[in-house]
């Protein structure tokens, strides 16, 4: 049997980038190769793997971030891709790859956090996690929507350097945010959302999904205000808007928790917590 180690922060070496690939294709049906290979997985992304031979067979992937709260500056660090192939499953692999992000990061960020499936509510509390409730924004929207949001081609590289610079600072209105969001905003765009950017009416940029009659807005960046980006992005059969980041004031929208299959795990500092949430475009 190949010997087994611990390898982190490798996503230059090209043997261990697709292993990786196929492990989390095979797991979460998601690829990094386009996204390394446009050049955007930069150091705020980083693997840790225990690797038999040249294969990857578990994984924790760690985010730096830094978000901005109501003002205050805060270093987090998200903790994703968590994940082992099925014939290493229940040997306490995940559990070791934790421990030594811990010990790697203790004293160096403000607090940690992850988004958790339901089938593991029980395993995060181990490691000091504790589970935190987000609230969201909504509004009902009965049949107002104009729908003139034009979608974004972002496999053209002029929309992708727009969407990098525009993640990189401050969206419209938000009071909760990460700065410097630009790769990870395109790995969204390069990926699972890459049919859901659009260019606002007045010039704007908006991130968005439909799913039944309900329009979500996961960001929006430019000078449309929230309600012309919600009219632009909404369709006649719209009846309900989510906002998928947090904004202290947002008049005619009101406040419900979080709920969804996927479960915060925090451990830090968050005390602006449940009073926000993470913005869906951290989400790694």
């Avoid at 693997?47 to 500056?73: D, L, T």
């Avoid at 290493?88 to 988004?115: M, N, T």
């Avoid at 969204?188 to 260019?199: N, T, V």
């Amino acid at each position: 049997m190949p010997e087994m180690k611990i390898a982190v922060g490798y996503r230059q070496d090209d043997a261990l980038r697709q292993s990786l690939n196929t492990l989390t294709e095979a797991v979460f049906g998601l690829s990094f190769e386009g996204w390394y290979r446009a050049g955007y997985w930069g150091d705020g992304y980083i693997p840790y793997s225990f690797v038999e031979g040249e294969r990857v067979v578990a994984n924790v992937s760690v985010s730096p971030m830094e978000f901005r709260v109501r003002g205050q500056r805060r270093r987090y660090l998200q903790l994703g891709t968590v994940e082992t192939c099925p014939a290493r499953r229940g040997q306490g692999l995940s559990a070791r790859l934790i421990r030594r992000v811990l010990a790697d990061w203790e004293g160096r960020c403000d607090g940690l956090f992850l988004f958790a499936n339901p089938s593991v509510l029980e395993f995060y509390p181990k490691f000091g996690f504790v589970r935190a409730g987000e609230r969201l924004l909504f509004r009902p929207l009965p049949g107002a929507g104009e729908g003139t949001a034009r979608p974004l081609d972002t496999g053209d590289p002029a929309v992708r350097r727009e969407l990098f610079s525009l993640a990189e600072g401050a969206p419209a209105g938000a009071d909760i945010w990460q700065t410097g969001g630009g790769p990870l905003c395109l790995f969204y765009a390069l990926g699972p959302l890459k049919s859901g950017f659009y260019r606002l009416p007045r010039g704007g940029v908006a991130a968005a999904t439909t799913e039944g009659e309900t329009l979500t807005l996961w960001q929006h960046w430019g000078p449309d205000s929230l309600d012309e980006a919600v009219a632009a992005l909404a369709g006649p059969a719209t009846r309900r808007v989510e906002l998928g980041f947090w904004q202290d004031r947002a008049p005619g929208f009101a406040p419900a928790p979080c709920q969804g299959e996927d479960v915060l795990f925090v451990q830090g500092n968050f005390d602006w917590l449940p009073g926000g949430r993470i913005p869906l475009l951290s989400h790694t």
